[in-house]
């Protein structure tokens, strides 16, 4: 299905020059069909061996889809422009956690992307501590929850 981000957001990345950048997305699905088709390379990190496999017979051949595996990090993050932090309650890290990795151990400096920031606080206010800009795109996702996606961009 359609990837289950507001509205607001999808409609602003649509209007990014992303067509020679690569995301990396903590969790796949909708989403990764949804940006195969406007960023040069999508790599997906999913923990659900089971929904890995599905969504693996439905993208093109500019996705990698693996198995979450923190070892991966430092070959990914260095051509990265675009982090998506949208992974399940049950995935292998709480998204806070992912977000101090990602800042404090690797030293990602490039965009965030934390979808529903208001069910995740501690993320959230973590990213919006630590990045100068941050833009709130609500209210609604695509399956008509009130929800946030947010982007941080210029890391302090």
């Known amino acids: ?21 690569m995301i990396l997305e903590f969790g796949s699905g909708g989403s990764t069909i949804f940006f ?26 500019n996705v990698r889809i693996y198995d979450f595996d923190l070892n991966l990090f430092p070959q990914i993050l260095n051509n990265v422009e675009y982090v998506l932090i949208d992974n399940d309650v049950d995935f292998t890290l709480k998204r806070e956690d992912i977000a101090k990795i990602l800042i404090e151990k690797y030293d990602y400096k490039n965009k965030i992307i934390l979808d529903n ?22 209210w609604y996702n695509t399956y008509g929850e009130e929800t946030i996606t947010s982007v941080f961009n210029k890391l302090i």
């Open 1 to 21: 299905g359609p990837p289950n981000l507001t509205h607001s957001f999808l409609k602003w990345i649509t209007e990014q020059n992303t067509k020679d950048k």
């Open 36 to 61: 195969s088709k406007i960023f040069k390379n999508v790599i997906s990190l999913e923990n659900n061996e089971k929904y890995k496999l599905q969504v693996e017979k439905l993208v093109p051949v």
């Open 117 to 138: 920031g208001n069910w995740h606080p501690i993320c959230y206010f973590y990213l919006k501590k630590k990045y100068e800009n941050c833009e709130d795109f609500g």
